[in-house]
């Protein structure tokens, strides 16, 4: 089965380190997310790209966060410098088609500390 | 503003009794996209359905059923013959064309066997 792979699975860093979490989405999807979710917030969606572009990122504090797709195989999600309130869990999730040809696959997260 | 609002906080059912589960949203855009995700205990987030707002089909798959209603905001989701493994928080969620997202605080369903 096709997947969406994460890494790292868990890290856990100090506050003010920079952190980078990666995400290959499966080969052929054109739309990849990332989503934060922790206990207070519950699930929020941070970024979205279809075809490597950025159609929105109004859901990152820009101040740190940052989300790009340096190609159509890898996408990252940066926070510099890291806080202890950006504990939470990290998914990516990628997408194809559009209209009623569609599907969204998740990955496992990355399970972020900041200590 | 815009809004999610799944009331049921948890529900518990037996094994193969129907359960539905309600998703009401708010959005002043015209253009937007509905979800439903299930995560179960493990942890990883499973996407089950997107609907967009043009589209008032209600839709079946399975055991599970959407049901659209655009004159009450509203897309419930129904599980027929529920089965243990169908226990899981079901969060339902809201995309516009913006690219505004919000998401429901989650439903936590147990069936029991």
């Known amino acids: 089965d096709a997947r969406v792979t994460q890494t790292p699975r868990h890290k856990v860093t100090e506050m003010g380190q920079e952190v980078t979490m990666r995400c290959q989405p499966i080969?052929?999807?054109?739309?990849v997310f990332w989503y934060r979710q922790t206990m207070m917030q519950g699930l929020e969606l941070l970024a979205y790209?279809?075809?490597?572009?950025?159609?929105?990122d109004s859901g990152m504090p820009k101040d740190r966060f940052s989300a790009e797709m340096p190609d159509a195989t890898l996408a990252t999600l940066k926070i510099q410098p890291s806080e202890p309130r950006d504990s939470a869990v990290y998914f990516c999730?990628?997408?194809?088609?559009?209209?009623?040809?569609?599907?969204?696959?998740f990955g496992s997260g990355t399970r972020l500390t900041v200590v | 503003a815009q809004k999610v609002t799944q009331a049921q906080t948890e529900i518990s059912v037996v094994e193969k009794e129907d359960v539905t589960l309600d998703c009401v949203y708010e959005?002043?855009?015209?253009?937007?996209?509905l979800f439903w995700y299930k995560q179960p205990p493990s942890g990883e987030l499973v996407f089950l359905i997107r609907?967009?707002?043009?589209?008032?089909q209600n839709e079946i798959s399975g055991r599970y059923s959407w049901n659209f209603q655009k004159s009450t905001s509203s897309f419930n989701f129904t599980i027929t013959a529920s089965q243990v493994v169908d226990s899981a928080v079901y969060f339902c969620?809201?995309?516009?064309?913006?690219?505004?997202?919000?998401f429901g605080d989650g439903t936590t369903l147990t069936v029991k066997p």
């Open positions: 999730a990628s997408g194809s088609g559009q209209g009623e040809s569609y599907g969204y696959t």
């Open positions: 080969l052929g999807h054109n739309t």
């Open positions: 790209f279809r075809n490597r572009a950025p159609l929105d």
């Open positions: 959005t002043r855009d015209t253009t937007y996209y």
């Open positions: 609907r967009n707002s043009f589209d008032e």
């Open positions: 969620a809201l995309l516009t064309n913006a690219g505004k997202s919000t």
